[in-house]
Structure formats: structure tokens, C-alpha cells
């Protein structure tokens, strides 16, 4: 395995006072995931918005310690490695993120930005850095005669562009897709989604690839795992979540994504969640999702259920089945 995560857990304390802060609560941003990532797969993390997926993205590259748990890339440890430790790592992990706006220095030349890795590691400098960085801007799609424009002069589709050469530039062995086409709109998202699979094929990359949107996710991924508050409920190679979702949240999910086929659109029942996201604070005791399950039993609000396989891996007391419609609580 290339990437091995080992139930990790990432918990922010709340404080209080100035002068002398006293811890009153955690924040449970990351509640003991685990999954693992094969050499040229890629793994897509779906979620709504505060479950954790980017938080989680974060503690894989290193960018935010580890509370708990085990973060192994190509079989070394490296867990909360010190920076320097950390340092040889860099070059194998690089991550592309969400805002192609935000994530640019708007006072510098896009040539510059593309060059930061380059230069960091000592890779190459001078006439030969130039070279490197004009074929990546050509690799990804840019006209490399651009070289000493600034963002602003870019759209936001080929500032993502951007994005990805600098994450392409010491060739890593994987990438963390961090939300890389939320900000586009639909048809740069597919341009860009198809470059990052051109780049996979051509380079062998391994990616994971975070989303809210699980059609978007289906394009690109082998396998699927979904997150709610903090942790993995369901995890399945992505053609068998969308045929045959077990957990009730993945369901809600594939029932608010939109599909081309205007029939089948038509036929599709929308699953509408009741009430708010609980607070990842005080997440809710057994399931997470049982205050807005429809499915909810009494069991459910006092044990915890394990990711263990029901046809595939899912956290499910009562796992939907075939046919079953949750619209309305009756077998379809």
C-alpha cells in the first residue's frame, strides 16, 4: 500500500481566558478513520460541508499533527514527523487546493508560483527551471508564453490549472485533490477533471480526491468512502455505491446529486434530511446520523455501529436494502 491511515483522530480544543487558557471542550473534526490507498488508485472522500474531510486531507500531508491514530505512506510512519523529518516527505506528497483565488499570491508571477517546489527542494534553477516550468504550463493545458503574467490576468479554471502544475512539479507519488473543481463551474469542472486523469495515466499518480458532490466523485474515483461528523460510514468501489447504497446517508446523498437522462431524473424520489447537522462538539451518542436517519431504531441511539462489510464496508445498524424507499419508509 502506498497511503495506510489507521483509525485517526483529530480533535481542536475550544479555550477560554487571556491570560491563562483553560481547555472547556474539543472541537471532533476527525473521529477515527481508517482506509488505505493503492499505488495509481484513487480514493474519493465525500461528505457534506464540516464532516471533517479536509481537516482529515490536512493530517494525511502533515499540515495539521494527529490527536491519535497512524498516518503510514510507502510503509514509514510519519505520523506527526518533525518539519525537518517531514521535509523528505514533501516531495511525494503535494496537494491541490480547494480556491484557485485564495490559494495563489496575487503579487507574484504565475512562472514563480509554479517554481516554489523547485526551488525549495533544490531541484533545478536558472535557464533550466524556466524550461521545467514553461512545460508545465504546457503539460497542464496554459500557454507557457505566460510565464511572467500574474493570477489576476487568469480565469478561474486556468488559475486551478495553475494549481496543478505546482503540485505536479516535483512529481509526486500522490496527490490530495482538496475540493479542486467546487469553485468552477460545470464545464471547467469536467476540463479539469479530465486532466487529473490524463496526468494519472501518464505519471501513474495516486490520488485522493475530496468532494461534496458525489457525482463529480464517481467520475474520477475507484473506490468511494463517505464521511458524516468525523468519521467513515460507507466505503465501496464507486460503480457499486451508486448501484447499491447501504447506508441511509448515502442514499440522501446520491438523491440530491443531478443526472443528465431527463427520465431518469423524473423517476428519482429527492430523500429530504430533517433537522441540522449535529455539532461536532457534542456529536450525538451511538449513531451519528440517527437524530436525521429515517430508518432510526432505539439501538441506534445507544451503540455505535462498526464499518464492517455488508456486501461492502458500512457503519449501519439496519443497512437499506434493494428496492427499499426511505421517501416514505415502505419497500418500493
Known amino acids: 500500500m502506498l497511503l495506510e491511515v489507521e483509525n485517526v483522530v483529530k480533535h481542536f480544543p475550544i479555550t477560554t481566558g487571556m491570560l491563562v487558557k483553560q481547555t472547556v471542550g474539543h472541537v471532533r473534526a476527525v473521529d477515527g478513520v481508517s482506509f488505505d490507498l493503492s499505488p495509481g488508485e484513487t480514493l474519493g472522500l465525500v461528505g457534506e460541508t464540516g464532516c471533517g474531510k479536509s481537516t482529515l486531507a490536512r493530517c494525511v500531508a502533515g499540515l495539521h499533527p494527529v490527536t491519535s491514530g497512524r498516518v503510514r505512506f510507502d510503509g514509514d510512519d510519519i505520523t506527526n514527523l518533525p518539519r525537518a ?36 527542494h533544490r531541484v533545478s534553477s536558472g535557464a533550466e527551471l524556466r524550461r521545467t516550468v514553461q512545460e508545465l504550463m504546457e503539460r497542464v493545458g496554459l500557454n507557457p508564453e505566460h510565464y511572467n503574467r500574474f493570477p489576476a490576468e487568469f480565469s478561474g479554471g486556468q488559475r486551478q490549472r495553475i494549481g496543478v502544475a ?45 468532494a461534496h458532490d458525489l457525482s463529480v466523485v464517481r467520475h474520477i474515483s475507484d473506490r468511494i468512502a463517505v464521511m458524516y461528523l468525523g468519521k467513515v460510514v460507507e466505503l465501496a468501489g464507486a460503480d457499486e455505491l451508486h448501484e447499491h447504497p447501504r447506508h441511509p446517508y448515502t442514499n440522501a446523498l446520491l438523491s440530491a446529486t443531478a443526472v443528465a437522462d431527463p427520465d431518469e431524473a423524473g423517476r428519482r424520489r429527492r430523500i429530504i434530511l430533517t433537522g441540522d447537522v449535529p455539532s461536532p462538539i457534542d456529536p450525538p451518542s451511538g449513531c451519528r446520523f440517527h437524530p436525521r436517519c429515517p430508518k432510526a431504531r432505539d439501538r441506534c441511539s445507544l451503540e455505535e455501529p462498526l464499518l464492517v462489510p455488508r456486501d461492502h464496508l458500512v457503519a449501519c445498524h439496519f443497512p437499506v436494502e434493494a428496492g427499499e424507499d426511505l421517501t416514505v419508509g415502505r419497500t418500493a
Open 85 to 120: 523529518r517531514m521535509r523528505a516527505y514533501r516531495r511525494d506528497i503535494q496537494v491541490i487546493f480547494q480556491d484557485p483565488y485564495g490559494s495563489l499570491n496575487p503579487r507574484r508571477r504565475v512562472g514563480s508560483i509554479i517554481a516554489d517546489p523547485l526551488v525549495v
Open 166 to 210: 505546482r503540485a505536479l512539479a516535483l512529481r509526486p507519488r500522490l496527490i490530495i485533490c482538496d475540493e479542486p473543481v467546487s469553485a468552477l463551474d460545470v464545464s471547467i469542472q469536467a476540463q479539469i477533471l479530465n486532466l487529473l486523469k490524463d496526468l494519472q495515466d501518464d505519471f501513474g499518480l495516486t490520488y485522493l480526491f475530496i
